[in-house]
């Protein structure tokens, strides 16, 4: 009976020895080579990540390039006639409408001067742009007084009721489809000029059109997106409870 237990020992001793010399000469290494493979592997994902990003900003550069450059081209044709401003934006392209050109001193309502200017711009902005249009409306820092404040307490309203006003012309008279529109009220406080003398006080009072580079097609706005990703963990979250709490 000794002699069996004896045995079986040996027996344990032998398999645990065999054990440790197959760990330390084979699976150890092989393990050791996985890890290393993972390393390379995240590595690697990480730089194929970092070049398709810069491939994607090359190719959102080159289109919104020549997308400023179209636009651009098309509104020279009456910039000089007109006498507004174009330049490049970040986002796009932006066009500077002198206030006097579309309204009356302390009026919100298009003048008799500015419809046809708005007419001309309408026109272009429909055919050769499919971007989204923001239409910013800019005072000086003229205090609204008289009669008029009753109807603008401040240059806030008055700038958005302006920029409201160039909105529905766009859509309503020229065609621009609403969902391309956008209204910004900006008041006084986004001068490109010290308001310390009248030239400057003139070039203040103003309608900034920015026109976007569109969107490529299924492109999600990024907001969206997140608030999409954002509903998504939480609902995993509730689910992950919910499975939890039933054991």
């Known amino acids: 009976m000794r002699f069996f237990v004896y045995f079986l020992l040996f027996i344990v001793i032998v398999l645990g020895g065999y054990g440790t010399f197959f760990y330390i000469t084979e699976f150890k290494p092989l393990d050791f080579k996985i890890e290393s493979l993972k390393r390379e592997n995240r590595t690697l994902t ?7 990003s810069e491939v994607e900003k090359k190719r959102d550069f080159d289109t919104q390039d020549t997308y400023k450059r179209s636009i651009i081209e098309e509104l020279s044709k009456i ?7 174009i330049r490049r934006a970040k986002k796009g392209v932006e066009i500077s409408l002198p206030g ?3 309204f009356n001193p302390g009026e919100e309502k298009l003048s008799s001067e500015g419809l046809p200017l708005l007419s001309k711009l309408g026109k272009i902005l429909k055919n050769a742009t499919s971007g989204e249009i923001k239409i910013e409306g800019h005072t000086d820092d003229t205090k609204i007084s008289g009669d008029l404040l009753k109807q603008f307490p401040t240059n806030w309203e008055l700038s958005a009721a302006r920029a409201v006003n160039v909105v529905r012309y766009l859509q309503e008279e020229v065609g621009i489809k609403p969902d391309r529109l956008a209204v910004v009220a900006y008041g006084e406080y986004r001068p490109i000029f010290p308001n310390d003398k009248e030239e400057h006080r003139r070039k203040n009072r103003r309608i900034v059109l920015v026109i976007e580079t569109p969107k490529e097609e299924g492109e999600v706005n990024p907001q969206i997106e997140k608030e999409s990703e954002k509903e998504e963990v939480e609902g995993k979250g509730e689910e992950v409870k919910t499975d939890s709490s039933s054991f």
């Open 79 to 85: 910039s000089t006639d007109e006498s507004f401003e």
């Open 100 to 102: 006097l050109k579309l």
């Open 46 to 52: 990480k730089l194929v990540t970092k070049l398709k």
